[in-house]
């Protein structure tokens, strides 16, 4: 069974920034896709970053050059580096593993302050 477990979500300023854990339990979280989520108060849950087994990532249009999604498969941890951070990135992030078979983290909430 996959467990996942959200870390170093907290209150910060425009401008600052937040690194994001996730530490994965289980097996084959080498061969698995993981991803970051968010969702804001009212929105629905919407894909930050993505990173495939070998490293490949994706981001959202939002996050491109702010953020960075990177992976440790030693660690069996995902991270996401969040760089200039704005209002608009309040949310609960989640952490998720995307395939083989999909499971979430319970979130951890970011504030950005203004």
């Known amino acids: 069974q996959v467990q996942l477990v959200e870390s170093g979500g907290g209150l910060v300023q425009v401008g600052g920034s937040l690194r994001l854990s996730c530490a994965a339990s289980g097996t084959s979280f080498t061969i698995a896709s993981m991803g970051w989520y968010r969702q804001a108060p009212g929105s629905q849950r919407e894909m930050v970053a993505t990173?495939?087994?070998?490293?490949?990532?994706n981001y959202a249009d939002s996050v491109q050059g702010r953020f960075t999604i990177s992976r440790d498969n030693l660690k069996k941890m995902v991270y996401l580096k969040m760089n200039a951070l704005k209002p608009d990135d309040t949310a609960v992030y989640y952490c998720?593993?995307?395939?083989?078979?999909?499971?979430w983290g319970q979130g951890t909430q970011v504030i950005v302050s203004s």
């Open positions: 990173i495939t087994p070998t490293g490949a990532t």
């Open positions: 998720v593993r995307l395939r083989p078979g999909e499971s």
